[in-house]
């Protein structure tokens, strides 16, 4: 069981390589499903979740050949249709491929998706979107067995603007007959990615970015290349690294437009940030102010920094109010912040949190992915020694967190 060790106090100073992006490397790796061919996919982060993607490509069918960032799949070949528990409990991205599958093949059968444990996280809006689409949905023994003759483009009106729910309904429409209207979609920038990839491929798919998005069906896909973009909760974590040591910390390959809200909360706790086209530099103050934060959808405050925030406002002067908008069960990590010496209580869907200086390194579990990244935001001032065990959830996400924070000063190993 792998851990990180980390002694704390120490200034953080310098430039770091910003990975590709996580959520879009997801969605973007099933949609390689669609083409029947060949995608080359550049910039994908080298991380527990793209290789689990990975797997249940191959179980699929499907041959992958990876080569550090760069990731080759041939889709020509797959013979299977169904996604197995095991795999399916390991990710709940592993919901995207049932889009795909069906999008392609019009028939999928998978399970209920596992992931961190952040809330319920049920999958009703992807199901009542499939069923509009008329795909036939049967549930039998914890399977969920989806098949039609074809697909029919359909006006669909989110309950919520669902990230995964907006992914999956664009990967089903994209080969369907007609034209596919999701009204209320997710805005985020990993669905703009998907979008400009697909349409790489030959998809015709329009109004990512905004609440409408329009799908028309096309009859084929071609094989397709293309450059992942940079992760914007990875940019944020290290810019809170910077931002709790007192540093100076550049982020260098990102989009700073995707990542606005974060950059003004940390402007507000009194950071002095410098913003270029593909950089954003953080110049950190002595002693942070406290900051009030709501999660919501983008482009909104991200609900995956809110864990990290929590952590960086634990130092801070003064009381912070952060409210989760979106996970209802996204406070876990927080016991673990407070075995640290963190002043936090939770309310419901409200964390109050006292900033105090008295933050000391004591042994913690990762509870969640970015749950463990707060506690590595935490142990960079904790006097002493702080072990953080469970790191494997931290592994999903993060691409060599401990060798870019070591490069930037912080003192962090990895114990097998
Ligand atoms: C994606 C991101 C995740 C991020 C989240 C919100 C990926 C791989 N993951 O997750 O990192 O935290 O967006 O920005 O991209 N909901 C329902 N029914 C559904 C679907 C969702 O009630 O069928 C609810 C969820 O329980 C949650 C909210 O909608 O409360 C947001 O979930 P959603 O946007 O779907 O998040 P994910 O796509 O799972």
Do not use: W
């Amino acid at each position: 069981m792998s851990s990180y060790i980390i002694e704390g106090g120490r200034r953080l100073e310098g430039n770091v390589n910003i990975s590709g992006s996580k959520n879009a490397s997801l969605p973007i790796m099933a949609a390689s499903v669609l083409n029947g061919g060949i995608t080359k996919l550049y910039n994908v982060p080298p991380i527990r979740d793209t290789q689990m993607m990975i797997e249940i490509l191959k179980e699929l069918g499907c041959k992958v050949k990876r080569t550090n960032k760069k990731i080759e799949i041939d889709s020509s070949n797959i013979n299977k249709f169904s996604i197995s528990e095991n795999l399916m409990r390991e990710m709940r991205s592993s919901v995207i491929l049932a889009g795909a599958i069906l999008g392609k093949y019009r028939k999928a059968t998978f399970t209920y998706p596992g992931g961190c444990d952040i809330g319920t996280r049920p999958i009703d809006l992807h199901l009542k979107s499939f069923e509009k689409l008329g795909i036939k949905i049967n549930e039998n023994y914890g399977n969920i067995i989806c098949d039609c003759d074809k697909i029919i483009g359909t006006k669909i009106d989110l309950d919520f603007p669902s990230v995964g729910a907006t992914e999956n309904i664009i990967l089903a429409s994209c080969l369907a007959d007609g034209t596919t209207i999701i009204n209320n979609a997710a805005r985020e920038p990993e669905i703009i990615d998907l979008q400009e990839f697909l349409n790489k491929m030959g998809a015709k798919v329009r109004g990512a970015g905004t609440d409408i998005i329009e799908i028309q069906g096309v009859k084929k896909l071609k094989d397709v290349s293309y450059n992942i973009m940079p992760d914007r909760i990875e940019t944020g974590t290290f810019l809170c690294a910077g931002a709790i040591t007192g540093g100076n910390v550049k982020v260098m390959n990102v989009v700073p437009s995707h990542i606005v809200p974060v950059i003004s909360k940390l402007e507000e706790a009194n950071c002095k940030i410098n913003v270029g086209k593909d950089y954003i530099e953080l110049n950190a103050p002595k002693k942070l102010k406290s900051i009030d934060i709501k999660t919501m959808p983008y482009p909104g405050f991200p609900t995956d920094m809110q864990s990290i925030f929590v952590a960086l406002l634990s130092t801070a002067k003064g009381t912070s109010i952060v409210v989760e908008n979106i996970f209802e069960n996204r406070y876990k990590y927080v016991q673990e912040l407070s075995r640290m010496g963190a002043r936090i209580t939770v309310e419901g869907k409200t964390a109050i949190i006292k900033g105090t200086k008295k933050i000391t390194g004591t042994n913690v579990k990762a509870t969640d992915l970015r749950g463990g990244a707060a506690m590595i935001i935490e142990a960079l001032v904790a006097k002493g020694v702080t072990r953080i065990e469970e790191i494997k959830y931290i592994l999903r996400g993060y691409c060599n967190i401990d060798e870019k924070l070591r490069k930037i000063g912080a003192k962090i190993y990895k114990q097998d």
